[in-house]
């Protein structure tokens, strides 16, 4: 059994698919089947069901996967132990950053650890804010900066780096202009476009209009706040944004603030363990960044 049998068998498990497990791993899908294949002769076991389209763990995948994981974590941890006695930072570190985000800081920090730990191989992926959280708890991403509802996750660590109420922000000759604050039930009365299930802003807003009882038409969805922007700005809905989203827009909105929602939307850096040093190094810059 060899390490990079696992990592495949990792990464099929983590895609579902074999094709996608082998453009991450950075070889052929034959490759990667074969190497598959000899590990389960060595189980004794099939570990996937290849009856489907997408690659599905049996019993004894399911079994195995987190036994391969905490195989490689402690492969990986050996190397990385060595390197900090020799100060070198080395490896893999995969980062996640939720879908629509503007703000810069993250890409300030990851710049700055580049530089710093050159031998750092970096990926970058986007998702909503839900999965990211998920994917951190499973160890398939490192770091991830998230819109949330609560500020610390169950079962990760937080750092709370955006808390603002939540807006409403129309264009000019709106009926809702020249107002200064609404109400959910202001809002009742009119489309809404917000950001889908799944981020921290929507469900900042689900839960306060749930503990009134009240259902607003959600008419339009949208995971960038440029787009709820432009959208408001037509005249086909009310924009549902953070205060800091709002004021990017305030040349052709205005933001009005929602008196009975007062959780606040969160923005917010999540991540599992610092075991690994590359963690710990991107978490400084990342405070040094956001502060």
């Known amino acids: 059994m060899e390490l990079r049998q696992l990592e495949y068998f990792v990464a099929v498990a983590e895609e579902r698919n074999f094709t996608r497990a082998a453009e991450r791993v950075h070889i052929s899908q034959s490759g990667v089947s074969a190497q598959i294949r000899q590990l389960e002769r060595e189980l004794g076991a099939e570990l996937f069901d290849r009856s489907a389209r997408t690659a599905t763990l049996t019993v004894a995948g399911k079994a195995a996967l987190e036994h391969a994981r905490a195989a490689l974590a402690a ?26 985000c503007t703000l810069t ?3 300030d920090a990851l710049a ?14 986007e998702d909503n804010s839900d999965r990211l959280v998920e994917e951190v708890r499973a160890g398939a991403v490192d770091l991830a900066l998230t819109g949330t509802a609560t500020a610390a996750p169950e079962g990760v660590n937080a750092l709370t780096i955006i808390s603002e109420r939540l807006v409403a922000a129309v264009p000019a000759g709106h009926p809702l202009t020249g107002r200064r604050r609404v109400t959910l039930r202001d809002l009742g009365a009119h489309p809404l476009v917000c950001m889908p299930p799944g981020t921290g802003l929507r469900t900042v807003f689900d839960q306060a209009c749930a503990a009134q009882g009240l259902q607003p038409v959600i008419a339009l969805q949208a995971s960038a706040a440029d787009a709820i922007a432009d ?17 990017h ?16 939307a969160l923005l917010t850096l999540v991540w599992r363990s610092t075991h690994n040093p590359a963690v710990r190094e991107l978490l400084a810059h990342s405070r040094r960044a956001f502060t």
């Open 75 to 100: 492969a990986g941890a050996l190397g990385q132990a060595v390197s900090e006695v020799t100060d070198l930072i080395r490896g893999r570190l995969t980062v996640g950053m939720v879908i629509g």
């Open 112 to 125: 700055a650890f580049h530089r710093a730990h050159p031998g750092v191989e970096i990926s970058l992926l």
């Open 231 to 247: 959208l408001a700005t037509r005249g086909l809905a009310v924009a549902i944004l953070s205060e800091s989203m709002a004021a």
């Open 249 to 264: 827009y305030r040349d052709r909105l205005t933001a009005l603030l929602i008196d009975d929602v007062e959780a606040p």
């Open 105 to 107: 800081p993250l890409f």
